[in-house]
């Protein structure tokens, strides 16, 4: 992202329920025609955060400022920022058409106009001749896009899209995320998407924020995130990983060695610079574990033996038990001359430094 | 609150303070007051006009005198609790005929169900008066059912059933029926059918599973059904005044008669303290189960 | 194990509903009758009908009580609606229990406590029993009726469709009006004919609040009923039955139009 001045600007945002505190003096900057993510499990203020910028919710303290304008106190109704609801919200007793139409409406639009654009965007979401119908007869997917339509058709700055492919199944997500994407590329409005799931935020997004607790814990690229996590609870959430406790013993250009609870002496990639002593936590994802003989002498690794072997779309997955008592999670692609190993085998577990993680958060 | 949020509250509830809490007050008012041969015919009626010596001259006349008579005179003591004796029984039967009747139209087939619950609610739309007018006419000596059973030859002598507490457990039942069911299908209805399928499954008999996992899960059915019937049945008027005999003893019928025949204002408030006393346990359990289910 | 309707639900479901139901029906058969006796079928006549036609003081009093009900309802629609949405959407209030509790206990209270209470507010405070009397003792009846009904469409009530409303550039009012209202107004209507329904068949607390003059058609067809079983009464609880009725299918008429037509 350029110097630019950012389309959205969320300055130490803080707002509690009672007693629970939903976000903590949470800034954040999001560009114009930029996709982002915000990415968290339930309950870490991901959903609080997109009321906020709606208008739904007013915030305990904190600015919001939409191209330079605060807009914190603005009502909904006259923020120029839409949204597209978890659960849709379609008008029941209005028709496909209506619900599209009735932010132009709002609007005091001609007629003529509302019906152009909303034809327009029933062309945009390919369900044109649709129009008449009601909500209760169209489909998951249909539904979805006839909420992503009604939201798109005002022509906002800004569309928050509320967890947009929850409901849909596992087929249509697929295919639907590709669908946003080519929306969000032909409009040229920025997405906020919210969601729980890892898959979708990575798949979809320039950006995102990867949420804990009320705070941001990472903002970056998808890649970035995944492969250099900032903390135990970013590389947890983001992927699949293993993680080895243990204390730092000595320094190494660009990492630490970590001698793990359970006896292992690893070495890990580290960007921060902890004393000696210091606990840590190494990430390693399993596709950067690698299975060997058990009589090959690696350093970084372990001995161990297979408890578990699944295969599943074209990588074979295997659960290690380590002597020191570690069970850890190795995936591989299956490629012709890979040896294999079934439950029992002994192997020897090994991993090159630059791919491990040492996390001090 | 916002002034909008305030007037919408504000509106009925003034609305139920003057016209449903207020006047309670007055009714426990004037069951200490004396009786009078006037209109009103109840002393003192207090006023503005009357200053401090005035006000504590009337308060200085208020009497315990109408709860005297309540609990003195027999006939209001019978009239009690034969008005509580009525409404249990005719309460339980209403249990009995309700469960079978709501357990049967959960059985019935989906598309069945919803005119079945608006058969079960429609009678309620129908006027109560005509109905008891109804059974005035299937009732009476000379009334259809002993018609239809002496020429049946089932019976050689008519059956005197009207102006009996039979025809009034009738009258009961019959009126507060979907009362009882729709509450009592709602419960049943929620169950899923698969644990009973599980109960067999895990060794129990049908009867079994009936009372062990069916009854006790219907519960809040159950119970919000007896409520439902039997508070409005404890001070009902109509009923054992158009159905019962003049032996038929019910606490509505003496409030009834204290006020309009024999014009004794301060012993009829009395009778309706005393009754809404009697009825303030189920009333507050009606008020929580309730409030439980509007916040579910 | 078997499920479904077996010959047993079957005979429960016949010998309850003929139970609810027989009796009506031979009401309404018995105001057919020829005969003055009620056990002997005299063959089919509508004379009862027209004698209704020539008792001016009965349909004096169908119109006092059409009248009440129509007010009544009326002001319990809107009383009822704005009680579930104060206690549906305002959270807790201080006294929200009191005013709950004042709501949902006239629906099991016994009406001549109702009805007493009402008269002894009317003398005490001096004002002329009457029309506006009865109008105001149904119309507290019914808003009750009324808020248990809407309440409960309210809770069920979807937020996020009002959310996307305002978030698409409604105006909170215009956001009651285009989404709101139009879903809460089956459940309105629903409560306004219990409530109607209700003043219509009441006698109890009528009886209590009414004055000269305003005698309601129950108190009416109460004194008759008194006198014994006749065949005039018949004719006109037929005719109250038949009013009901058709104002209730109609309802349900208009409510099935403005659903959508099957799905296509």
Same mark, same amino acid.
């Given at each position: ?61 904190? $600015? ?22 978890? @659960? ?44 008449? $119908?009601?909500?209760?007869?169209? @489909? ?90 900032? @903390? ?29 609870? @359970? ?7 580290? $960007? ?90 | ?14 609305? %139920? ?31 503005? !006009? ?52 709501? /357990?049967?139209?959960?059985? &019935? ?37 002993? /018609? ?7 019976? /050689? ?29 709602? !419960? ?9 399928? &599980? ?33 409005? !049945? ?33 012993? !009829? ?6 009754? %809404? ?20 | ?184 107004? =089956? ?24 004055? =000269? ?17 006749? =065949? ?27 659903? =959508?037509?099957?799905?296509?």
């Amino acid at each position: 992202m350029d110097a630019q001045k950012p389309l959205l600007r969320i300055e130490r945002v803080s707002k509690s329920y009672g007693e629970v505190t939903a976000l903590r003096e949470l800034s954040l900057d999001i560009a114009a025609n930029e996709f982002f993510a915000l990415l968290g499990p339930s309950g870490c203020g991901k959903t609080t955060l997109m009321r906020l910028i709606a208008g739904l919710e007013k915030p305990d303290a904190g $600015r919001i400022l939409l191209d330079s304008v605060d807009i914190t106190h603005l009502p909904p109704h006259l923020r120029p920022v839409n949204m597209m609801f978890q @659960s849709y919200a379609l008008f029941p007793h209005m028709s496909v058409a209506k619900n599209i139409g009735f932010g132009l409406v709002q609007e005091n639009l001609p007629r003529k106009e509302i019906a152009t654009r909303v034809a327009d965007m029933l062309g945009l979401v390919q369900m044109e001749g649709l129009g008449e $119908r009601r909500p209760d007869q169209l @489909s998951g997917g249909q539904r979805q896009r006839v909420a992503l339509a009604r939201a798109l058709v005002k022509r906002p700055k800004l569309l928050l899209l509320d967890e947009p492919l929850a409901a849909l199944d596992r087929k249509l997500r697929h295919e639907t995320q590709f669908q946003l994407m080519a929306a969000q590329r032909d409009t040229g409005t920025s997405f906020v998407v919210v969601t729980h799931d890892q898959d979708e935020a990575m798949v979809m997004a320039h950006r995102m924020a990867v949420m804990h607790a009320g705070v941001i814990e990472q903002i970056g690229t998808p890649r970035q995130v995944y492969e250099e996590p900032v @903390s135990r609870h970013v590389a947890g959430f983001v992927g699949e990983t293993n993680f080895f406790d243990g204390r730092v013993t000595h320094f190494m250009p660009g990492g630490v060695e970590v001698q793990t609870h @359970s006896g292992l002496a690893l070495e890990a990639g580290c $960007r921060e610079h902890p004393a000696l002593g210091t606990r840590v936590v190494v990430s390693i994802r399993p596709e950067n574990l690698r299975l060997g003989p058990p009589s090959q002498l690696v350093t970084n690794g372990a001995p161990g033996e297979i408890t578990d072997h699944v295969f599943r779309e074209g990588m074979s997955s295997w659960r290690v038990r380590l002597d020191g008592g570690d069970i850890v999670h190795v995936r591989q692609p299956i490629a012709a001359g890979t040896a294999t190993y079934d439950r029992g085998a002994r192997v020897f577990v090994a991993f090159a430094p630059e791919c491990a993680r040492a996390l001090v958060r | 609150m916002r002034p909008l949020r305030r007037l919408v509250l504000a509106i009925p509830a003034l609305w %139920l303070f003057a016209f449903f809490l207020a006047p309670f007050a007055l009714v426990a008012k004037i069951s200490v007051s004396r009786p009078l041969v006037a209109q009103p015919p109840y002393e003192p009626v207090f006023s503005l !006009a009357d200053g401090w010596q005035g006000l504590w001259d009337k308060l200085s006349r208020l009497t315990l005198d109408a709860y005297a008579l309540v609990f003195s005179d027999d006939l209001y003591l019978d009239a009690y609790l034969s008005s509580l004796r009525l409404a249990a029984i005719a309460t339980l039967l209403t249990l009995l005929i309700g469960f079978p009747l709501a /357990h049967a139209m959960t059985r &019935a087939p989906r598309q069945w169900r919803t005119a079945l619950v608006l058969l079960a609610i429609a009678p309620f739309w129908t006027s109560f008066l005509i109905r008891i007018y109804a059974w005035i006419m299937i009732l009476k000596d000379e009334g259809l059912l002993n /018609h239809a059973l002496l020429s049946l030859g089932l019976i /050689h002598a008519p059956l005197s059933i009207f102006a009996t507490e039979a025809a009034v457990l009738i009258g009961i039942v019959y009126s507060y029926l979907p009362f009882m069911v729709l509450p009592l299908y709602t !419960a049943l209805e929620k169950q899923d059918p698969a644990l009973l399928e &599980a109960a067999a499954d895990l060794g129990a008999t049908p009867l079994r599973a009936f009372w062990r996992i069916t009854c006790p899960l219907a519960w809040p059915g159950i119970f919000a059904g007896l409520l439902l019937v039997f508070i409005p !049945a404890v001070g009902e008027f109509v009923i054992p005044d158009l159905l019962g005999g003049s032996d038929t003893l019910m606490i509505g019928r003496s409030l009834w008669n204290e006020f309009f025949e024999n014009r004794d204002w301060p012993a !009829a408030s009395a009778v309706a303290i005393v009754l %809404l006393a009697i009825l303030i346990v189920p009333l507050v359990l009606h008020e929580r189960q309730q409030v439980k289910e509007r916040a579910a | 194990m078997k499920r479904g309707l077996q010959p047993f639900h079957l005979a429960v479901l016949a010998l309850g509903f003929g139970f609810l139901y027989v009796p009506i029906a031979l009401l309404v058969l018995y105001s057919f009758n020829a005969s003055r006796l009620v056990t002997v079928w005299g063959g089919f006549s509508t004379h009862w009908y027209e004698a209704l036609l020539g008792n001016e003081a009965l349909l004096a009093s169908a119109f006092v009580s059409l009248r009440v009900a129509l007010v009544s309802s009326v002001l319990a629609t809107i009383l009822g609606t704005m009680a579930a949405f104060a206690l549906v959407r305002f959270g807790r209030f201080s006294g929200r229990t009191l005013f709950a509790g004042a709501l949902y206990a006239p629906l099991v209270m016994p009406e001549v406590i109702i009805g007493l209470s009402l008269l002894l507010l009317f003398v005490g405070l001096g004002i002329d029993r009457g029309f506006w009397t009865i109008v105001a003792g149904h119309t507290t009846l019914g808003l009750c009726f009324v808020t248990v009904v809407v309440q409960a469409r309210l809770a069920t009530f979807d937020r996020s469709l009002e959310e996307a409303a305002m978030d698409l550039g409604a105006t909170p009012l215009a956001t009651f009006r285009a989404v709101t209202l139009p879903l809460i107004a =089956p459940a309105m209507l629903a409560g306004c004919l219990l409530a109607f329904t209700l003043s219509l068949d009441d006698f109890v607390i009528a009886s209590f609040t009414s004055g =000269p003059g305003s005698t309601t058609l129950p108190m009416r067809i109460y004194a008759q009923v008194r006198l014994g079983v006749t =065949p005039e009464v018949n004719a006109i609880s037929t005719l109250l039955i038949g009013f009901v009725g058709f104002i209730l299918l109609g309802a349900a008429a208009i409510n099935r139009l403005r659903k =959508p037509q099957g799905s296509g």
